[in-house]
């Protein structure tokens, strides 16, 4: 192929996978953008105080909090959190850095290790106010006075 471009083999080589590469992350970041436009037209986009408030009767103030800081970068700017978002589909969120970076976040966040986090409830859909309804469930409990 080298010889046809006028250039070394290991030149059109590279080219090439600069190439592959470069169309498959495009790809990527308009299908991102699309899905994440298709969820904004059918829902609001709350502040930060109105995911709170949203939040507060199934979570505390603290795993909102932590989710809303959690989700936030991976769906500005065309997006805020919303209640009822679905991590995995809805927000494209992938489920290796919820299963690893999320948990041992709250973990760290909580001072307990990352193994003693309860496991998921398998009737529960992976929303972000469930992921919040879980970070509760792993607080450690409080002690009676």
Known sequence: MGELLG???????TG??????????????WLLRRAQLRVAARRPNPTQAEFLDMMAQDCSPEAARFVWEQVLPYVTPHLTPHPDDL???DLCIDDDDIDMCWRRDWAERLGVPENGLP??????PLTVRNFARWCDLARPPIAAG
């Not at 250039?7 to 080589?13: F, G, K, M, S």
């Open 119 to 124: 496991d998921w409830p398998k009737d529960w």
């Open 7 to 13: 250039v070394p083999e290991w030149v059109a080589a």
């Open 87 to 89: 991590l995995l589909d």
């Open 16 to 29: 090439f996978v600069v190439a592959g590469l470069t169309l498959w992350i495009g790809l990527g970041f």
